[in-house]
């Protein structure tokens, strides 16, 4: 008999092979030259915490139809290559970190239909519209999201997304910067925009779409 929550010399063996096992894996992932696919496919209780390799900036479908529900808090603020970062991640409820800013964020949060909430973007960086296009592409349930002001230089559509709230809203106008090429900001036709926001997007040099769907 055992007493007093004593493990047996399995339950022993066993928890020493897996001390050893997330230790060999948090190695192996701090000493990574790029942290692209690493975390495809993947659930919540898979992924170990290790402190990520501030050197690399590469991190293209790191997340990739994984089964996440939140982002594992980590610093991601270097990173710079995030295409397809969270793509197909259905279960990805929220995403609150240290500042994101991508330079390549091409179907970033495409999928993401369970997707609530998500802190904060920086798009200061990016290259051009096409990185933009499909970055949150049947985002339906996303609620909160937060831009740093006047950092988003592309079009950039919000179509899917018909419950933003009323600060997250403006949080994406003041993202926008002043352009002086042509630039669109698609909102969900359910969106209520004041006077105000629409001059202030007109102001900045922008066009507004909201189409019917």
């Not at 339906?140 to 999201?145: C, G, H, I, R, Y």
Request: hydrophobic letters at 35%.
């Amino acid at each position: 008999m055992r007493g007093g929550g004593a493990l047996s010399l399995d339950e022993m063996i066993d928890k020493c092979l897996t001390a050893i096992e997330n230790e060999e894996c948090r190695k192996c992932l701090e000493n990574r030259s790029t942290y692209a696919n690493c975390f495809a496919y993947v659930g919540d209780n898979d992924i170990p915490y290790f402190t990520m390799n501030p050197q690399v900036d590469s991190a293209a479908r790191m997340y990739w139809y994984s089964k996440i529900t939140k982002l594992p808090k980590l610093d991601y603020s270097h990173l710079l290559m995030l295409e397809d970062f969270c793509n197909g991640c259905s279960l990805l409820k929220e995403v609150i970190s240290d500042t994101l800013k991508p330079k390549y964020c091409s179907g970033m949060f495409n999928g993401c239909v369970s997707l609530v909430k998500l802190y904060t973007l920086n798009l200061d960086k990016v290259v051009d519209a096409s990185q933009q296009k499909n970055m949150f592409y049947n985002c339906k349930a996303l609620v909160e999201v937060r831009f740093v002001a006047n950092t988003i230089h592309w079009s950039i559509s919000f179509a899917y997304s018909p419950l933003l709230s009323t600060e997250s809203v403006q949080s994406i106008i003041d993202g926008l910067a002043t352009v002086t090429t042509a630039q669109t900001i698609t909102f969900h036709k359910d969106i209520a925009l004041t006077d105000a926001q629409k001059q202030t997007i007109n102001e900045k040099g922008w066009t507004l779409v909201q189409p019917e769907r």
